[in-house]
Each structure stands twice: as C-alpha cells, then as structure tokens.
C-alpha cells in the first residue's frame, strides 16, 4: 500500500537523469515521469515541487509549481538573490565588466548586489577608486560589499537575501570559497588527496544547492559575461535602473537616450546625476547588440 504522503520541495539536485529532494532531513531521489517527457517539459534544480514519498528513498513528481526566473545555463530557477563577484585586482576590477554582469541580472528578473573580494592584495590607491565606484552603485540602489581574506565571511554572507542565491563572476574572482564555506562535504575532508578528488568531482557538469542559513547557496556560476544573445538593444536602457526615473519625462517615450532631441537622461547625465561611466557602457552595449543584429 503507498502512503500518500505529498509534499511542497525544492529540487536541490540533478544528477545523471536523477533528481534529488530533501524531506525532513532525508534525501529522495526521483525520475521525472512519462508526463514530463511526453510535455518535453524538465524540471530544473531550484523548482518548488509536490512531491509524493512512495518509500524510504524514492517518491514521485507530481507538479512543478510556476517558475518566477530562471536560467539557462546551467540552469536553475526560482533564485531570490544573485551576488555579483568582482576581484579588486587579479583579474583586475572592472566597471565595464561589472555592469555587463548587471545587465544579464536584471534580464533574467533578479535585482544583484555586489561583493568585491582580494581587498588585501590592492594598494590603498586602488582601494579608493573602488569605493569611490562602489559608493556610486549603493546610490543606485544596489548592496556592495568590498572584502579581502581577514573579513569574516560569516557575518558578511549573513547580509545577503534569504532563500536561494546565485554567485556569477569570472573564474579567479573566490566564487567556490564563499560556496565552499556551505558544504560540509568538504569541510569533513580537507586533506590533499580529497581536495583533488574534489576538484575532480566538480568537473562534472551537475548543479546542486547547498544549505545556508534560511535558504540555499547554488555551486553554479549561473551565467557568464558574455550571456546576451537573449537580450534585444532596447531593453538594455531599462537595466540602467538609474535612467529609469529620467527616461520617463524624455520628450519621446521609446527614447533610447543617445540622439533623441529633449532627452531628460543625456540632461541628468550632463548635470552629473547619472555617472558618465555608467552611460558609456549603455551605449557600448547597446552598440554591440544593434552590430549583432546587423550581422544576422
Ligand atoms: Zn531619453
């Protein structure tokens, strides 16, 4: 006889066609049924599911619930905080980069905060300039953090949102540090040969949440720099979130802000209200994307 025991859960993890969900502390693995292969439908890592226990290590999908965002590669859904990670130097801050990453954020619906890490390997000069930068993004609304390796991460991962978050940045900037720091399979085994096999383990393409403090912590990248194929030009301006509230009085309401005649964001941006580094990465990208069109 099955119980029908039906639950509300979050797949925390896919791997080789299986996924996996947590029920009160015990681990389940589950196939997606015929329903789903026959709708082409898959659920992701990240989907809030119902999910019925059919015995002591399997149950059953019944319903994935609504997505509010997703994405694509790897793909993960249902994220409540995406953390932007920048380096001070090695690779070297950049705002260019930063606001490209911005921009992916507010495309896939998610508003990010900054963490900018190795603040003990920048001279005192660079350290000014990037919080004179980083005061500027905090006037626009988003968190910044600036860290280097004596901070503690505990208290400052505490400020993050609740729920499930995404860390994406370049690869050298310490996303896997602050991901490591949540799971307790490599904080059991820290000797050489382990930590290898663990680097081998991570190689394999899988995505898996781990526990934090009120929610989850994503070991996935979630998307790259470079990610705006999905990203048509004139979207871009509204991702600029600071041109927003002068975008509305420009004298044409599809107004891009570039050589539009009354355009209240080039006024802003000329009376020094809106940085002019910011408006010049707006126009880079919005160039970039109107060439690829071009190109098609
Ligand atoms: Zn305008």
């Given at each position: 006889m099955r119980g029908v025991s039906l639950y509300s859960l979050r797949i925390v993890k896919l791997i080789?066609?299986?996924?996996?969900?947590?029920?009160?502390?015990?681990?389940?693995?589950?196939?997606?049924?015929?329903?789903?292969?026959?709708?082409?439908?898959?659920?992701?890592?990240?989907?809030?599911?119902?999910?019925?226990?059919?015995?002591?290590?399997?149950?059953?999908?019944?319903?994935?619930r609504e997505r509010k965002n997703a994405l694509k590669r790897p793909p993960v859904s249902n994220i409540d905080g995406l953390?932007?990670?920048m380096s001070a130097v090695e690779p070297q801050f950049s705002t260019q980069l930063l606001d490209r990453f911005i921009?992916?954020?507010?495309?896939?619906?998610?508003?990010?905060?900054?963490?900018?890490?190795?603040?003990?390997?920048?001279?005192?000069?660079?350290?000014?300039?990037?919080?004179?930068?980083?005061?500027?993004?905090?006037?626009?609304?988003?968190?910044?953090?600036?860290?280097?390796?004596?901070?503690?991460?505990?208290?400052?991962m505490q400020q993050w949102p609740s729920g499930l978050i995404v860390l994406s940045g370049q690869s050298g900037v310490g996303k896997t540090t602050f991901i490591n720091h949540y799971r307790p399979d490599l904080q059991l085994t820290t000797n050489h040969i382990s930590k290898s096999l663990n680097r081998g383990k991570h190689t394999t393409r899988h995505v898996e949440l781990f526990d934090r403090n009120q929610g989850y912590i994503a070991d996935t990248p979630g998307f790259s720099a470079l990610d705006f194929n999905h990203i048509e030009k004139d979207e871009i301006k509204h991702y600029f979130v600071e041109?927003?509230?002068y975008g509305e009085h420009c004298k044409f309401r599809n107004?891009?802000?570039?050589?539009?005649?009354?355009?209240?964001?080039?006024?802003?941006?000329?009376?020094?209200?809106?940085a002019q580094f910011r408006y010049d990465h707006y126009l880079q990208l919005y160039n970039?994307?109107?060439d690829r069109k071009v190109r098609y």
């Open positions: 080789s066609g299986v996924y996996q969900v947590d029920v009160n502390g015990d681990r389940f693995n589950t196939k997606p049924r015929g329903l789903f292969r026959k709708n082409k439908f898959s659920p992701v890592v990240g989907d809030i599911v119902d999910f019925e226990v059919q015995n002591n290590t399997e149950g059953y999908i019944q319903h994935v953390v932007i990670v921009v992916i954020a507010h495309s896939y619906k998610l508003h990010p905060s900054i963490l900018v890490t190795k603040r003990d390997l920048a001279n005192s000069q660079q350290i000014k300039d990037i919080e004179e930068v980083l005061n500027i993004y905090k006037q626009i609304g988003y968190m910044t953090q600036f860290v280097g390796i004596d901070d503690d991460k505990a208290t400052m041109f927003n509230q107004c891009n802000h570039i050589n539009e005649p009354q355009c209240q964001v080039k006024a802003a941006l000329s009376e020094g209200k809106i970039e994307i109107a």
